[in-house]
């Protein structure tokens, strides 16, 4: 539908100007074009098949008139209040860790995540004023970074649509 991208560009503003941990950004954005809505789509259902997850299928099926924006964390270092909320007794414990490599790379400091949380709490309140239909998807992030769409270390999807009912819900 018309009016959809620029709502997504609307949501990267909101997305970028929220509120960071001492004022630094490592929150990334990408509005997927619609080849790469396509190929998530796809993938989607492949990793779902292939690792035995529920609900890859389900979600990529949304994707066909959708517009897709991603948000997530690129190198987010620590904020240095050596507060433990990671896991870690210091920050620098934190950033002698070998990242994992599973869905998403971590461990990441947890203002960071709250970072990110803000960013996409802003975003989707852009849409919604907006009434356009959105909801976070952790399994468009997934696949997002398994197909390397993005190379982020933790990423989040968040669909829109403009139908009569929202389709990302009651499925």
């Known amino acids: ?21 001492k ?14 809505v396509d190929k998530l789509a796809q993938g989607m259902i492949a990793f779902g098949f292939r690792k035995g997850k529920t609900d890859f299928d389900r979600d990529a099926r ?3 008139e959708a517009e897709v924006l991603l948000i997530g964390l690129r ?3 620590p ?20 990242r994992a ?5 971590g461990p990441i400091c947890a203002f960071r995540h ?4 803000i960013a996409l709490g802003s975003a989707v309140k852009t849409a919604s004023l907006l009434n356009v239909d959105n909801r976070i998807m952790y399994r468009l992030g997934v696949v997002a970074r398994d197909l390397g769409l993005v190379d982020w270390d933790f990423v989040m999807g968040i669909p829109l649509s403009v139908t009569g009912k929202n ?5």
């Open 101 to 105: 490599r599973g869905e998403f790379s």
């Open 23 to 36: 004022g630094q950004n490592f929150v990334r954005t990408h509005i997927l074009s619609r080849a790469e």
């Open 1 to 21: 539908m018309e009016g959809l991208e620029m709502v997504a560009r609307l949501m990267e503003i909101s997305a970028v100007t929220a509120p960071k941990s």
């Open 62 to 64: 949304g994707l066909a």
């Open 167 to 171: 389709i990302f819900f009651d499925r």
């Open 114 to 117: 709250l970072d990110m949380g």
């Open 79 to 98: 904020v240095g209040l050596n507060c433990g909320a990671c896991g870690f007794d210091s920050c620098d414990e934190l950033t002698r860790q070998t």
């Open 75 to 77: 190198n987010a270092a």
